[in-house]
């Protein structure tokens, strides 16, 4: 079982949960230029990704690439959640021999919605974090 697969279950398992709103520092993109594709677009161009595996969790379109050089998974927003159309993108690379997630996020919404969606998955991966060091 691959190590992203191990982090899928966990991100089932743990689901989404909201954590204290405080400022991130960034800017929220809600424009797409040829170098940012949006975050439908981005779905768009991952529907022609051979390597890419789609499910659906309460509505989050979420897809799984887990290939040599790339292990990421996309969490697209439901049509319902404030910040929809956003994704956040979660990569699993591993350094000095321990593994780290690195995430980016494209979000369509206000900076307090965005800001929310961020401290939301920031939470999810610390709990993935500590469920692996257990």
């Given at each position: 079982?691959?190590?992203?697969?191990?982090?899928?279950?966990?991100?089932?398992?743990?689901?989404?949960?909201?954590?204290?709103?405080?400022?991130?520092?960034?800017?929220?993109?809600?424009?797409?230029?040829?170098?940012?594709?949006?975050?439908?677009?981005?779905?768009?161009?991952?529907?022609s990704n051979p390597d890419a595996r789609f499910s659906n969790q309460s509505g989050w379109i979420i897809i799984n690439v887990d290939v040599a050089d790339e292990q990421a998974i996309y969490s697209f927003t439901p049509k319902s959640h404030p910040a929809y159309?956003?994704?956040?993108?979660?990569?699993?690379?591993?350094?000095?021999?321990?593994?780290?997630?690195?995430?980016?996020?494209?979000?369509?919404?206000?900076?307090?919605?965005?800001?929310?969606?961020?401290?939301?998955?920031?939470?999810?991966?610390?709990?993935?974090?500590?469920?692996?060091?257990?």
């Open positions: 079982m691959s190590k992203l697969t191990v982090i899928l279950i966990i991100f089932f398992m743990v689901g989404c949960t909201s954590t204290d709103n405080s400022k991130l520092g960034y800017n929220g993109v809600t424009q797409s230029t040829p170098d940012n594709l949006g975050a439908l677009q981005t779905l768009e161009s991952l529907k159309p956003s994704i956040v993108k979660r990569e699993i690379v591993e350094r000095n021999g321990a593994i780290h997630i690195d995430m980016s996020a494209k979000c369509s919404a206000s900076k307090a919605v965005c800001d929310e969606l961020i401290q939301q998955f920031l939470a999810l991966n610390n709990q993935i974090k500590q469920s692996m060091q257990r």
